[in-house]
C-alpha cells in the first residue's frame, strides 16, 4: 500500500529547515532510534522519499 502525505501548515523557513535537517540525519542518527538494522533501514528510505518530496517543491539545501 502505498500512503500519500500532504504537509500543511509549513511556511518557507520551516521547509527549508526541514530540508537542512533531513540533508544532515545520517545512518547513525537513524540507527540510534531504530529498534534494529531492519527498521533503521525502513526509516532511511522514508527519510529519503521525505527529502525527494521537499527536493521537487524547491527545497534542496545547499
Known sequence: MNL????ENIDEVQ???LAQLIK??????IRLN???DGEAFQMT???????DA?????YTPQ
Do not use: N
Open 34 to 36: 531504530a529498534a534494529d
Open 4 to 7: 500519500k502525505l500532504q504537509l
Open 54 to 58: 521537499l527536493a521537487r517543491q524547491g
Open 15 to 17: 521547509a527549508k529547515a
Open 24 to 29: 544532515r540525519i545520517g545512518w547513525s542518527d
Open 45 to 51: 528510505t522514508a527519510v529519503t522519499k521525505l527529502q
